[in-house]
């Protein structure tokens, strides 16, 4: 549970770096705060997906 959590705040973050490197037209950042979203993004529905949600012991 708290891993989802963890990738779920990392992603939600991630989110909020692409508004922003999009807003100041820097594309570098765009690019890596994009890819940190896919990534951390497909981490955390996969958890949830394999684990459930709330966790089953």
């Known amino acids: 549970m708290g891993l989802m959590i963890i990738f779920g705040l990392v992603t939600i973050l991630a989110l909020f770096a692409v508004i922003s490197s999009f807003r100041n037209k820097n594309f570098l950042g765009l690019f890596f705060a994009a890819g940190s979203t896919a990534v951390f993004g497909w981490f955390t529905v996969m958890t ?10």
């Open 48 to 57: 949830i997906i394999h684990n459930g949600f709330p966790v089953a012991h």
